[in-house]
Nanobody, 123 residues
């Protein structure tokens, strides 16, 4: 079992930056592939970015390539999502998730989820 808690969300102007954190407790995050998803009002939860257990593989949604990055500090059991050049369409609740799979880009492939943190980008 692993518990995930996101933080760092907030209100930012278009073009700005935010860094989200996902702190894990329970089993160490080094055992899991970690990912970020987001869900805007009235829309399905969508994949944003993922990083493999050892950080060797990172996959991005096309919509965030060149703007978002992910990193992990397994010693701190924390995963980070750096979001730059934010756009109003990035507004959503952002969820951290953990997967036992080596590579995971679909929602169904993730085993544990955080409660989410709101990111609002104003135009």
């Amino acid at each position: 079992q692993v518990q995930l808690v996101e933080s760092g969300g907030g209100l930012v102007q278009a073009g700005g930056s935010l860094r989200l954190s996902c702190a894990a407790s329970g089993r160490t995050t080094s055992s899991y592939t970690m990912g970020w998803f987001r869900q805007a009002p009235g829309k399905e939860r969508e994949f944003v970015i993922t990083i493999s257990q050892n950080g060797a593989y990172i996959y991005y949604a096309d919509s965030v390539k060149g703007r978002f990055s992910i990193s992990r500090d397994n010693a701190k059991n924390t995963v980070y999502l750096q979001m730059n050049s934010l756009k109003p369409e990035d507004t959503a609740v952002y969820y951290c998730a953990a997967s036992r799979k080596v590579v995971a880009r679909r929602r169904a492939e993730y085993d544990y989820w955080g409660q989410g943190t709101q990111v609002t980008v104003s135009s």
